[in-house]
């Protein structure tokens, strides 16, 4: 999503959130929303950019985002992480873990700890 404005991705986090939402709902969600012909024009270039879809339902058209929810997440990560922690993971989930703002639930250290253990199953060993 690097070849968004602020405004497109705006756009484009409500959809997600929202699954689907016409112009007005659009505009009705964003924060320091512009003017309703804005919020068209900027949907129609993400009809160009092929960013979003939409079905016509009577005289509205319902905009959704075209890729799934899941896999533009992946591909926000890994921009966030190219971008912000120079690719590494240990870096981005340090930052995150040793923020005091961060609360973690025993359930959800047992996750990590899984996912983790995982992780290191699947990972080829150096020199095998």
Known sequence: MSDFSRRERQILDILFAAEEA???????????????????TLLRVLLE???????????????????RK??????????????FYDGSIKDALAAHLTDPKTELDEETVAELKALIETAEKQTPKKGS
């Open 22 to 40: 016409t112009a007005a709902q659009i505009r009705e969600a964003m924060d320091d929303a512009p003017a309703d012909a804005t919020v068209r």
């Open 49 to 67: 950019k092929e960013a979003v879809t939409y079905r016509k339902e009577g005289k509205r058209f319902v905009y959704r985002p075209r890729k």
């Open 70 to 83: 899941s896999t533009a997440g992946k591909s926000a990560l890994k921009r966030v992480l190219n971008v």
